[in-house]
Every structure is written in structure tokens, then in C-alpha cells.
């Protein structure tokens, strides 16, 4: 199965069991900034990933006062730096998150902890993810946020999160070493259910 099939699966399987059990749903989305760290794909090549900005999708079901689960997509998109020539490119995000709140499900400001494991879809310049052009790795993330409820059905979300995954390999004359950190901050906004 593919990731994004994978990532639509365990998202209708928390929207349903959330609707089933009467849980906390919220479905958010957001945007923010991805600033990369180890970055440098090859240094024989002068190939190195440049920081960019986010778009975040999120569904997060609060099975328990202090506990829920979230499953989300986040599209990144950088620039690969090679050769001393800028070429446009883009990071599609899948991922699910263990998270551990602070306060009570009743607190108007509830700022939390999570962590889990992701995948990230490298897709090349002139590449497309629709056509299986991209390079998938798999990883961990973890963060802390405040989400601070605006109204009855409204909140919105402040994320620092830090997704780390093996460097992707297009194919340059050295091979990747070591683990690509994405430090991303984002703001959100969701409807809670």
C-alpha cells in the first residue's frame, strides 16, 4: 500500500472511531515555516536542501482527558541548492503522533507533548509524487505545542516539531550521510467536534 493510501486509512479509521465513541475530534490546518539542519545531500556535488515553508492538515482524536492520537499530512517546499543553482522541490508528509497533554480536557490553554513515527516523500525538481518520482524515507518526529480554544468549536494550535529521516539519495556522486533534521513551526487553526 502507498503512504498516502496508508496516512487515508489510519485517518478514516480515528474519524470514525471518534465519531463512534462521542471522543474529541479536531480537523485542523495550518501553515508555517520547515528550516532544515544537516541538510547537505553531497559535498562533492555542492548538493545541499534549503529551508522553506509548510502547509499542515491535521485530524486528532482525544480518546482520554490527558491523551489522544493524531495522524496528519504536512507539504513542504524547499529548494534544492546544486551546483550553485536553485531548483524548486517538495517534501509530502505523512505522519501519526502519540500526544500527552499537560491540563484537562476542560482547560481553555492545553499545551502538550507528542511524538511518533512519519514518513517523508522527497520528490526531485521536474519530479511529480502522482507519478511514484519521489524518494520515500521513513522516520520519527517529536514536538510540543499550546492549543488555546477560542470558542466552543474553535481553537487554534501553536507546533514546534522535529522530523528527522534519512537523507534522500538522487542519485549524486556521494552517497547521503547521515539524518535530514526538518525543524518546523507551524500555526493552526481546527474545528472540534
Known sequence: MSP????????????????ASAQILELGGGAGADRLSNSTLSQI???KLNSGWLIAFSVVLNTQEHFGH???YRYNRTNLNYAGTVY???THQGFYNFVAYALSDTSKVRP???????????????????????????????????????????????????????????????APQGWLRMNQISLSFAYTM
Open 4 to 19: 498516502s493510501r496508508t496516512l487515508l486509512v489510519f485517518s478514516l479509521f480515528f474519524l470514525l472511531a471518534g465519531l
Open 45 to 47: 556535488d555542492d548538493a
Open 70 to 72: 493524531e495522524v496528519g
Open 88 to 90: 524548486g522541490m517538495a
Open 112 to 174: 502538550y507533548i507528542a511524538g511518533g513515527a512519519q514518513f517523508s516523500n522527497f520528490v526531485p525538481p521536474g519530479g511529480s509524487a502522482s507519478y511514484g518520482q519521489g524518494f520515500t524515507k521513513f522516520g520519527v518526529n517529536y514536538g510540543a505545542g499550546v492549543k488555546v480554544r477560542t470558542s466552543d468549536r474553535f481553537l487554534v494550535r501553536l507546533d514546534f516539531h522535529q522530523f528527522l529521516s534519512p537523507k534522500p539519495d538522487f542519485g549524486f556522486t556521494e
